[in-house]
């Protein structure tokens, strides 16, 4: 039998994507560190790609 390491993921998650997130997985009758962890697996493996890029847009109008 192998055994893996668990550790927790405290983190900061908003409210209701979280609440949204577990009403999703409950439909499919997952937990949600099940889920997130096959994420992170993919992410880890190349299989998702994730592209951030932060852009920061002035709203305020010339001249103010």
Known sequence: VV???KKPLN???DIDIKDKFK???DEH???MNIV???FMREVISGNILIEHDIKLKNN???GE
């Open 3 to 5: 055994r893996f390491l």
């Open 11 to 13: 983190t900061p998650i």
């Open 23 to 25: 009403e999703k997985c």
């Open 29 to 31: 009758n997952l937990k």
């Open 36 to 38: 997130l962890e096959k």
């Open 60 to 62: 305020k109008s010339e």
